[in-house]
């Protein structure tokens, strides 16, 4: 059974581009989370999805974030215009159910860069 | 007031002696669980060990366990016979109520365990 994958693993984007972070969940996960992580600090919450809807959205920036979780494919974090405070690590992480013994089970993460 | 609070930044421990890694959570919510995870220097998140609220025993996951005290709120760590690998960061994450906004979990800032001969 296949692990949460996210692609890429690195990404690399000059000011002003966009940035696509890609993941996957685990088979029969249909809840879906991101999180970012900078460097030395623990994870902080950004946007929880179920398949086509959107949660929680508490953490997400308000511009230029963007987060989606379509029918079919994978879940998508978009970053628009990116800036240099967006390097971090992205994290997604996706559970069975969200019964509080069901834990969150993450992939290797996204390290975007950006010059 | 944060949620989660890990108070060591860091923590040092000799192979094969057994290490505590400090959490207190901060919930009004009855029903909540409680959750460690490892991220070695290569990166990925690793899920260790869960408690839940209302668990009587304290969760035992092979040389983890965790010490639960619910009415300190505090949900230690224990690595028993520390091991070379066991080096990496440590997070204590917590998931209160059931379902809906309250299924994300909350993390702690870490406690990046080194692990020496």
């Known amino acids: 059974n296949a692990g949460v994958m996210q692609n890429p693993r690195h990404l690399v984007r000059r000011r002003g581009q966009e940035a696509r972070l890609r993941c996957s969940p685990m088979?029969?996960?249909?809840?879906v989370y991101w999180y970012r992580q900078l460097p030395e600090e623990g994870l902080k919450f950004m946007v929880y999805?179920?398949?086509?809807?959107?949660?929680?959205e508490s953490g997400m920036p308000k511009e230029r974030f963007s987060a989606e979780f379509p029918k079919e494919g994978p879940s998508i974090l978009r970053i628009q215009q990116v800036v240099r405070g967006d390097s971090a690590a992205y994290f997604c992480?996706?559970?069975?159910?969200?019964?509080?013994?069901?834990?969150?089970?993450f992939g290797n993460g996204t390290r975007l860069t950006v010059t | 007031a944060q949620k989660i609070t890990q108070t060591q930044p860091g923590m040092f421990v000799q192979e094969k002696e057994a290490v505590t890694l400090d959490c207190t959570y901060d919930t009004s919510d009855p029903s909540y669980g409680l959750f460690w995870y490892k991220q070695p220097s290569s990166g990925e998140m690793i899920f260790l060990i869960y408690?839940?609220?209302?668990?009587?025993q304290n969760a035992t996951e092979g040389r983890y366990s965790l010490n639960f005290q619910k009415a300190r709120k505090s949900a230690n760590l224990v690595i028993s016979a520390s091991q070379l690998g066991d080096s990496a960061m440590y997070f204590c994450?917590?998931?209160?109520?059931?379902?809906?906004?309250?299924?994300?979990?909350?993390f702690g800032t870490g406690t990046r365990l080194q692990v020496t001969l």
């Open positions: 408690q839940g609220s209302y668990d009587q």
């Open positions: 088979k029969g996960h249909s809840h």
């Open positions: 994450a917590m998931r209160e109520g059931t379902g809906g906004t309250a299924s994300k979990l909350t």
């Open positions: 999805l179920q398949k086509e809807n959107i949660i929680d």
């Open positions: 992480a996706s559970s069975l159910s969200t019964q509080n013994n069901s834990p969150l089970h």
